[in-house]
């Protein structure tokens, strides 16, 4: 039902800067938070940047002050603005939105396939 579609990703040297953008087939205010995730090969799944309907921020500590989140409900979008990319951020950066559905009556987590960043030294 709920589909989210990565996009952005490349191969990139260190240094240089990504935006990642992720589509939404979903009213944006049904969606009470988004973020951004990013699993390396041998490594668990962890939170890069999440944003509340509300505006409200978090980051990983490894990224604050170099990547930027933001959500554009008229475009149904949300962005991950990447800058001084290091090797460490290699990754598959997948998208996530909690979405309240009304038939259910709950919300859902659901999760977009993904999309490549790789930073070479």
């Known amino acids: 039902q709920v589909q989210l579609v990565e996009s952005g990703g490349g191969l990139v040297k260190a240094g240089a800067s990504l935006r990642l953008s992720c589509a939404a087939s979903?009213?944006?205010?049904?969606?009470?938070?988004m973020g951004w995730y990013r699993q390396a090969p041998g490594k668990q799944r962890e939170l890069v940047a999440s944003i509340t309907v509300g505006g409200r921020t978090n980051y990983a500590d490894s990224v604050k002050g170099r990547f930027t989140i933001a959500r554009d409900n008229v475009k149904r979008a949300m962005y991950l603005q990447m800058n001084s990319l290091n090797p460490e951020d290699t990754a598959v950066y997948l998208c996530n939105a909690d979405v309240f559905n009304q038939r259910l009556g709950a919300t859902i987590s659901y999760w977009g396939q993904g999309t490549q960043v790789t930073v070479s030294s």
């Open positions: 979903v009213n944006m205010f049904s969606i009470n938070d």
